[in-house]
């Protein structure tokens, strides 16, 4: 019997690569508006909860970890300091590593018998 779960996953995968690149252009604008903090923040939040959910828990704490940086750049305004936009691009790039090449086998809910639980 196939995981019912399997199309999920598969739908969170490409979901994760379009919003990882979003993220990127986001970051790449940070500076610009306090809305561009706001936005890159409430996806990354968005990605610590699906992935995690999704049983991808190396990206879920890598945009854990990004998320609480840019939570509060995201009620300052704009320009921030050198220093904060540096720290969030490594924080941006260890997300984008941890979800490079994430397919949905990697899901630790991949193989999971559901059917097995719900006995």
């Not at 739908?11 to 690569?17: F, M, N």
């Not at 508006?33 to 968005?46: G, K, N, P, S």
């Amino acid at each position: 019997m196939t995981n019912p779960l399997h199309p999920l996953i598969e739908r969170h995968c490409e979901w994760l690569s379009e919003t990882v690149g979003e993220i990127r252009l986001l970051v790449a604008n940070l500076n610009t508006d306090r809305q561009v903090a706001r936005r890159a923040y409430e996806l990354t939040h968005e990605i610590t909860g699906s992935s995690g959910t999704m049983g991808f828990a190396q990206v879920s704490a890598a945009a854990a970890v990004l998320e609480e940086k840019l939570k509060p750049m995201s009620a300052q305004p704009a320009p921030y300091p050198p220093f904060d936009l540096l720290h969030v691009q490594s924080l941006y790039n260890d997300l984008a590593t941890a979800s490079h090449g994430v397919e949905p086998r990697h899901s630790s809910l991949f193989n999971v018998d559901l059917a097995a639980m719900a006995r």
